[in-house]
């Protein structure tokens, strides 16, 4: 009796069938997938960092600051994450150790240096008043 031989393991069926796959490709079809493969990691890539929350804060938020020796306040630039520019003219009236009190004034627009001196003036007058009523 003819019987037909036997079945090889699973593991080595399987390894058999991925070479013979392997064996099948054209060159046309090792270009495509090695195009797919140069596409697919940046793009991965691209998706994982945009899932990240402490990366999409590090690369869309912008902090900067400008003191002005001459006013005697700070000038500061804040957006966060792609958000809406916020600037603030702030005027520091109280140091103990390492922490700071400030008075500011918060604006949706940058200002120009007359408003920047007047808004400093104010400040200080604010804190002046505040250091006063303290005593």
């Known amino acids: 009796m ?5 079945a090889p393991a ?7 069938g991925w070479l013979n796959a392997v064996k099948g490709l054209t060159i046309s079809n090792v270009l495509v997938i090695g195009m797919l493969v140069v596409i697919a990691i940046p ?3 691209v998706w994982r960092a945009l899932d990240d929350e402490k990366l999409l804060d590090r690369f869309l938020s912008t902090y900067e600051e400008f003191s002005s020796q001459q006013a005697g306040c700070t000038l500061r630039h804040a957006q966060q994450r792609g958000g809406p520019d916020v600037w603030a003219v702030s005027s520091g009236f109280a140091f103990t150790g390492s922490d700071r009190w400030f008075v500011n004034v918060a ?6 240096r007359e408003e920047i001196n007047s808004y400093c003036e104010a400040l200080k007058l604010i804190a002046d008043k505040m250091l006063a009523d303290d005593k």
């Open 2 to 6: 003819d019987q037909p031989p036997p």
């Open 10 to 16: 699973p593991a080595e069926g399987r390894y058999l």
């Open 43 to 45: 793009a991965y890539l």
């Open 107 to 112: 604006l949706d627009r940058q200002p120009d």
